[in-house]
């Protein structure tokens, strides 16, 4: 009889240890929630800020990437795109009236980015929409997927000419107590390309 109480017990101690064990290789995560109409509204504020890292294209007939650094302030942008070696392979700047392209020290004007982007490099940027989309921030008919964390993970845009966009979002950080998305995913269905941005910096101004 006591043979067996002790080896009971001794099963009963191994159990305990090896959870014990487990939770400390393995500690669970902290709980983390926000207001996702909170948080909107703290995203619709944020209008001015620097990003950094990479672009890569996808369609059924080529592949693109590139560095990039987007400054917004307020409605007014500036993008670049430079290869690895950091040469320039693009700059658009908005103005009061229209935007300024420039590919290979040549220089386009036109009062839509996205088509002028479209029309001399073959890229699909939204770049109207990608101000807000960028940031995770939505609007009003718009569909969305929210986390249990209360940020998207994926946004259906309703608006003209970006029905055909799907967005999807990952890896959100928090940068200056704000909750911003580091990777997000743009797919065209009308002609099955892709855009892939991966940023690696988040700065605010003021």
Known sequence: MLSNRLCLKLRLTAIFLIFFLASCTTPPKPPMSLHSATHQKTLAQLDSWVIKGKFGFKSPDKKQSANFRWQQIQQHYR?????IIGT????????EEDVTLVVDDKTYQDTNPSQLI???TGWQIPVEKLQLWIKGQYQNKDQVVTSEHGWITQLQPSCRLCDNWLVNYDNYKLVEKMWLPHKVVLHNS???SQLLIRISHWE???
């Open 79 to 83: 993008l670049n795109l430079t290869s």
């Open 118 to 120: 479209w029309r001399v």
């Open 88 to 95: 320039s392979l693009l700059s658009l700047q908005s103005n």
């Open 204 to 206: 605010f101004h003021e």
């Open 190 to 192: 009308a002609n099955n």
